[in-house]
């Protein structure tokens, strides 16, 4: 029985936080709002963080679960360091090499080792020019990317070990140089050089690029033959870097074990010297990431809770008007036997109910807009957490509940005698 009379007030509560949105409807539009804002602000940010760290999760995936990264400098290098000798002697750190490459693939514990280096280049077609970046790839690159070629194929050894100028683009830099046109074999020039277009890329990277990219990986770019770059376009060979793949069964932990005794056989180091280059496993990449984005998470909550302390002064408000106005209605409940836990536990249910109201307007929009981003920009499989449905929804009803108490309580201790005489 006393359920049923619990469930009873509740819908009664409900009912009574409806009827008074009507009438104070700006009160309670702007009590709603800032609920809503709050709510707004988390769900889309926890939509948005999940489908970028997906999205690069995926890209990592892409090399291989067991696959790792090699770079001249390490990647705290570039955190705190102000261009001088001095205060970054990462600087100094000889470049890795196609010969340290080979060197590595000879290695038992070893499949493949892909060199890479990300630059930017001007690519021309008759009167278009875009200017956008360029992956500089060894053949062997398709074994650590997750994309496809059609129409067209990507590169051979000869192709590279001879420097054709032969090029593939991604559909983004097609269709800004050639428009509708088939661009296989047409030729363009990539910083003043003829290059023909031999294979069309399709991949949808993560927005920040892959580990190893020269920009997002929704932008348009091209793919080049290692040597033939080398050899005609003049890159910047100190920023090559590779991206290794141990054997079938290998650990990583193994595979880097002998990477690292290698590397440090090749450079002469001692075994009081540090090491003169870094090795990035996937997972310490993803704690980079998720370190990153937590930042972001972190500010979003900061500026979503502002909208729920309106939210909240609004429910105090909204609340102490309800009960100053309904205080002879108060009185009559408490004279024909209402308990100062049913006055209570009405008004709390009212103030949760305000709350409840504005949190359902700021999870639809949250969801509207994680869809909008995920249908304009493929990159980012934005989706809605359940964990950030159901932490939303408890919030608000907790925010209604916590700042809805104190004229609950009021309401509660008000004497029936006083609250009949009231006019």
């Not at 196609?98 to 080792?113: C, F, G, H, S």
């Not at 399709?202 to 932008?219: E, N, R």
């Not at 981003?373 to 934005?382: N, Q």
């Amino acid at each position: 029985m006393r359920l049923a009379q619990r469930v009873f007030n509740a819908l009664e509560g409900v009912g009574m936080a409806v009827d008074s949105i009507r009438a104070n409807k700006i009160r309670a539009a702007l009590t709603i709002m800032g609920v809503a804002i709050g709510v707004f602000v988390v769900v889309a940010m926890s939509s948005v963080v999940r489908g970028i760290n997906e999205s690069f999760a995926r890209d990592l995936e892409a090399a291989g679960p067991t696959s790792f990264y090699i770079y001249r400098r390490p990647i705290s290098g570039f955190e705190a360091c102000d261009g001088s000798d001095n205060t970054c002697p990462e600087r100094r750190n000889p470049p890795l090499t196609i010969d340290d490459a080979q060197a590595l693939e000879r290695l038992p514990t070893i499949k493949a080792v892909t060199a890479h280096l990300g630059s930017g280049a001007k690519f021309t077609y008759k009167d278009k020019q875009v200017s956008t970046g360029m992956e500089i790839y060894t053949p062997n690159w398709v074994d650590v990317d997750g994309g496809d070629i059609y129409p067209g194929r990507s590169f051979t050894y000869a192709e590279n070990t001879t420097a054709s100028r032969v090029i593939i683009v991604n559909q983004k830099l097609a269709d800004r140089l050639f428009g509708s046109s088939d661009p296989i074999d047409k030729t363009i020039g990539v910083d003043g050089v003829n290059y023909q277009v031999i294979g069309v890329y399709h991949y949808t990277a993560s927005p920040m690029g892959t580990p190893t990219s020269a920009g997002g990986g929704d932008q348009a770019k091209a793919i080049v033959p290692f040597e033939s770059a080398r050899r005609s376009l003049n890159p910047w060979m100190r920023g090559v870097d590779f991206i290794v793949k141990p054997q079938p069964g290998v650990t990583t932990e193994e595979a880097t074990d002998d990477v690292t005794a290698l590397m440090r056989s090749r450079r002469g180091l001692r075994g009081s010297q540090k090491n003169n280059f870094e090795i990035v496993t996937q997972d310490r990449l993803m704690g980079i990431y998720n370190k990153l984005f937590g930042t972001f998470f972190v500010v979003g909550l900061a500026l979503s809770s502002v909208g729920l302390l309106v939210g909240g002064v609004g429910v105090v408000a909204i609340m102490m008007i309800s009960v100053t106005e309904r205080t002879r209605e108060i009185g009559v409940r408490k004279a024909l036997g209402a308990t100062k836990s049913a006055i209570l536990w009405q008004f709390l249910v009212e103030a949760a109910t305000l709350t409840s109201i504005g949190a359902s307007i700021g999870l639809v929009l949250g969801i509207l807009v994680a869809i909008g981003i995920k249908t304009a920009f493929p990159a980012v499989p934005a989706s809605t957490p359940v964990s950030a449905v159901v932490a939303a929804l408890a919030t608000s009803a907790f925010t209604g509940i916590l700042f809805g108490l104190l004229p609950a309580a009021r309401a509660a201790r008000l004497d029936p005698v006083e609250a009949l005489r009231y006019e």
